[in-house]
């Protein structure tokens, strides 16, 4: 797959940059990743494996005497969200081959950049099962199933939550011909259950199942997650969310 071909100890892999002339670059070179340098804008999209996570939480993350998380970045000058995630995990590389267009949503920062007239041509053998759609947008021809937990504390939570989900869900499976969602809410109180359920049913799509348990402890995520193993060999792809 393309993700076989990245550097060997990468941390964080830049999917998307807003920087015409990277891109212009990028359909000229026969290596799929190249290091990442500070005018690759755009945290549209990326990927962080699990050393890359231990790093940013090991340097921005820590805990107050009251158990409250506690994010604080240190080092500067850290202006954007590019350098608190690919400067601050370090190991990053930009891909050269699979782009995702971030010319769609325009940069808070970068007002004044256009979309640069490229065509790609890094051997498709290594890319991902794609197909166009109408609009000319990527679509996944791999089945996905994304698990997510979530937790209800107080009644003004719902709406959040459902809020997210909706979100979520339609900038994921707008990439997949097949996307099933489903999410083990945990409420506080019995009285959430009826709530959550009326603004789930009206707001949802269909590919969103919705497990509901009450309980007001600490709960074990994985123990939901391992009852739904048997629906896991049913998708090709998998993401705990």
């Not at 993350?61 to 506690?70: A, E, F, N």
């Not at 053998?125 to 166009?132: A, C, E, G, H, T």
């Not at 603004?199 to 939901?224: G, R, W």
């Amino acid at each position: 797959s393309y993700l076989d071909q990245a550097p060997y100890g990468w941390k964080i892999l830049q999917f998307a940059t807003i920087a015409p002339g990277v891109m212009k670059q990028g359909v000229n070179l026969r290596d799929p990743f190249i290091s990442w340098q500070p005018y690759h804008w755009s945290t549209r999209a990326y990927m962080i494996n699990r050393e890359g996570i231990q790093t940013l939480m090991s340097k921005a993350h820590s805990t107050s005497l009251v158990r409250k998380d506690v994010w604080r970045i240190e080092e500067a000058p850290m202006v954007v969200s590019d350098e608190v995630l690919y400067e601050l995990i370090g190991d990053a590389y930009t891909a050269t081959g699979l782009w995702v267009d971030s010319f769609e949503s325009k940069s808070t920062v970068q007002s004044d950049t256009e979309s640069p007239d490229v065509t790609h041509s890094y051997p498709s053998s290594l890319l991902p099962n794609f197909r166009k759609r109408a609009n000319g947008r990527i679509k996944i021809e791999e089945s996905l199933l994304v698990l997510m937990n979530i937790r209800v504390s107080e009644k003004e939570d719902v709406e959040r939550e459902i809020n997210h989900i909706k979100q979520d869900s339609h900038a994921v499976c707008k990439f997949h011909k097949i996307c099933k969602w489903v999410i083990n809410v945990v409420v506080i109180h019995p009285s959430f259950v009826g709530i959550f359920q009326e603004e789930a049913s009206s707001q949802l799509p269909s590919n969103i199942e919705i497990m509901i348990h009450v309980s007001a402890e600490t709960f074990n995520k994985f123990a939901y997650v391992e009852k739904l193993i048997a629906q896991m060999n049913k998708y090709d792809l998998l993401l705990l969310k």
